[in-house]
């Protein structure tokens, strides 16, 4: 029997896991198929990390290198040391003899237990998971489901006052950029005044960018915005990745904070040092370290009141509960706020509730560019039209952590000013002169990345029959390294006929709207970064979510893994299903996958059951379109659960109408069951809701509180349970 492992992860999707799967098993089973869990969740990880439990990540690992690995990954929680720590708080209650963080650690021992929790946190999952480049964009059949049913798009008022503002210049990460290819395989060596920070094994003709982002510079960069939205009556608000850029995100957060709010840190200062306030985490956290304090009142009332005076209004997270853009780090991560920016016409929420044209503080440029374009370009020319905008497809570089920026262990928060250099086996390769407290990082891509990123690049234009652009500028350094390789690697491949061409930034958003707008598609071929910003925005504008879009990465070794979409809503939905038993999480995503899993495993094997049962699973997702039968977001109509039957039920009649007759003359009762008890169905998962649930744990929910709240009706249970 072949197998598929479905990755066990955090809050939404991990709910909607224990209605979906055994559906999901029931009908694979039928053409040999298991579908198998893996704890990959951060609870899972953390519990690895302390030697209770299997290191499943460590397994995924080794999976992805295999011939026939086939992986569905569901977005994870790429954890902040906050909701670290609160997972840690969880799982103690439950009873697992765990240490708790060590902030700040105090001797060797306490700093080797920070290292080994902290391996749980940032994108932990992402880089050992990602041996293939990504192949994302939506499905024909989810697209004109979407310009048939467009969602919202709320305009931009007339002269406009939103825009992005990032760094310029020298400064910041775009700016300060250096790069190299090493022309053999051999260590590298990275120090700081000769003082070595790491070092690592290099391959031949592997490219290296070191850069380094100017904390004098960032903050006269705050300080200029800050003045800036006052004057332009704008809100003002931070947009970082905190989760995947871990070291540096959280760094540059903490010094907005403090800049901010900058009249109070001063006041303060004295507190704030004994109390080990970090600024990096947020409000949250310093309100929990003051909790108690003698001026926690005092505290608390200077904070409001800077937000009362008149320097400019900030952002909320949650302006009901008074939660603003600092609340934590990772509240605001950039992938999922923008596009949210774009779709409100430019606008966030203030304080009481309403939404204000804003300003979008994006320090570094490398792709702020981006994103200023895409608020630039519909000041100037209105919101997009969902029912006739053309489509965006990516193809994105990130085999064997390729760019992997954020959860590399080379960033740095230099510890003293001087200079950092980058030596190999016949000297320095690259030198930077930076100030303490800069923030220094390096990144490396490898050439089989480089030449399977191409490759997929020429056979998706092939079969698509648009342009392709690579995202590459020729004023920044990594890119001109990059252009080199894939001029050369084009070269390997027939690329008659097609249309493939290379901008910066800036031209390639401009190319790519301006076909959306005409309805036309284009494929952006981009480096890790810009791949992981643009998959979110296009499809939130074109499909309302990026969880609906096909993500494919064919893994190097030949193997597929496929994911599942951003995660980025899923604790607001967790909070609605503990409150009501309403779980308004869209599994769309997850059925996409399984099909394309299954499409694999059949082509693979020339396996003609497996053929049938993936094209009925393909005429299920269309009845769930054409039906609309996604979750609905109010407690007492359809939610999650709901569209898990309907899939089951189209599925099942497409198997009992289709060709395979061994698999017709299973599915056709279960067919006739689901639809003849459609109503008994309906009502039992309905009224299980309107009332709280217990599954036992956020982070580590109990399985049969969990499994038992996801799966209330006792007809689909049986049904599916005695298939």
């Not at 505290?299 to 603003?324: N, Q, R, W």
């Not at 898990?644 to 017709?664: I, M, P, R, S």
């Amino acid at each position: 029997m072949s197998k598929i492992i479905w990755s066990k992860i955090d809050e939404a999707p991990a709910l909607a896991t224990y209605s979906l799967l055994p559906i999901v098993n029931a009908f694979t089973k039928a053409a040999g198929v298991e579908v198998v869990t893996s704890d990959i969740s951060l609870a899972g990880r953390v519990l690895a990390a302390m030697g209770l439990a299997e290191d499943e990540l460590s397994k995924l690992g080794e999976v992805v290198l295999q011939e026939d690995g086939n992986i569905i990954k569901l977005p994870n929680i790429s954890a902040s040391v906050g909701q670290l720590k609160d997972c840690i708080a969880e799982l103690q209650g439950q009873g697992y003899d765990i240490p708790n963080y060590p902030e700040n650690p105090a001797n060797d021992e306490e700093k080797a237990l920070q290292a080994r929790y902290s391996t749980c946190l940032g994108s932990a999952v992402n880089p050992v998971l990602r041996e293939g480049n990504s192949d994302r964009r939506a499905a024909v059949a989810v697209k004109k489901f979407a310009q048939k049913n467009p969602h919202k798009l709320r305009a931009f008022p007339e002269n406009a006052k939103s825009y992005v503002a990032h760094m310029e210049g020298k400064g910041d990460f775009f700016g300060n950029e250096k790069s190299v290819t090493v022309e053999k395989a051999q260590k590298v060596t990275i120090a700081l005044n000769g003082k070595e920070l790491t070092s690592v094994d290099t391959l031949d003709g592997e490219i290296l960018d070191g850069t380094f982002m100017s904390i004098a510079a960032l903050n006269n960069f705050y300080e200029k915005t800050i003045e800036d939205a006052k004057s332009n009556d704008v809100l003002w608000s931070l947009h970082l990745k905190a989760t995947m850029m871990k070291i540096s995100d959280p760094i540059m957060f903490g010094h907005a904070f403090k800049i901010f709010f900058k009249d109070v840190f001063a006041k303060h200062a004295a507190t704030f040092a004994e109390l080990k306030v970090q600024p990096n985490q947020g409000m949250s956290d310093l309100e929990k370290k003051i909790a108690g304090h003698a001026k926690e009142a005092e505290i608390k009332a200077d904070f409001l009141a800077a937000l009362e005076s008149d320097s400019p209004k900030l952002a909320m997270v949650d302006s009901d509960k008074g939660t603003t853009n600092f609340n934590a780090s990772n509240d605001v991560i950039i992938d999922a706020s923008m596009p949210v920016v774009v779709r409100e016409g430019g606008k966030q929420w203030d304080r009481t509730g309403a939404a204000v044209e804003c300003v979008a503080v994006i320090p570094d440029s490398t792709y702020a560019m981006f994103h200023a374009e895409m608020v630039a370009d519909c000041v100037k020319n209105g919101q997009y039209d969902v029912s006739t905008m053309g489509t965006m497809q990516n193809i994105g570089l990130m085999a064997q952590k390729a760019e992997e920026y954020g959860s590399h262990p080379t960033t740095f928060e230099l510890a003293e000013a001087g200079t950092v250099t980058v030596t190999g086996a016949d000297g320095v390769l690259m030198s930077f002169e930076c100030e303490a407290g800069d923030i220094w990082r390096m990144s490396r891509t490898k050439d089989i990345p480089i030449k399977d990123w191409v490759r997929l690049t020429v056979e998706r234009t092939k079969i698509e029959n648009i342009p392709a652009i690579f995202w590459l500028d020729e004023k920044r350094a990594h890119d001109v390294q990059v252009k080199i390789k894939v001029d050369a690697f084009l070269k390997e491949f027939d690329t008659t006929g097609l249309d493939i061409q290379f901008m910066k930034v800036t031209d390639a958003t401009r190319f790519t709207n301006a076909r959306v707008r005409e309805g036309k598609n284009t494929i952006a071929v981009t480096g890790n970064v810009l791949r992981d910003h643009l998959t979110d925005m296009y499809p939130i504008l074109e499909l309302g979510t990026s969880a609906k879009m096909l993500s494919i990465v064919p893994l190097l070794a030949g193997g597929g893994l496929y994911e599942t979409g951003a995660g980025g809503s899923a604790p607001k939905h967790v909070d609605q299903f503990l409150a009501e038993g309403h779980l308004r999480w869209d599994s769309l995503g997850e059925i996409l996958a399984l099909a394309e899993s299954l499409r694999f495993i059949g082509q693979k094997n020339n396996d003609s059951k497996l053929a049938a049962l993936t094209a009925a699973l393909d005429i299920a997702n269309d009845g769930y379109l054409d039906n609309n039968k996604e979750p609905s977001r109010k407690c007492g109509e359809p939610d999650n659960k709901a569209s898990h039957f309907f899939v089951a039920q189209y599925w099942a009649k497409a198997l009992a109408e289709g060709d395979n007759a061994e698999l017709a003359a299973k599915f056709a009762p279960v067919a006739k069951e689901l639809t003849e008890k459609e109503d008994t169905i309906i009502a039992e998962l309905l009224a299980a809701e309107g009332k709280a649930q217990d599954i036992g744990g956020y982070f580590h929910p109990n399985d049969a509180k969990a499994e038992a709240a996801m799966r209330p009706s006792a007809t689909l249970n049986a049904i599916i349970n005695n298939i």
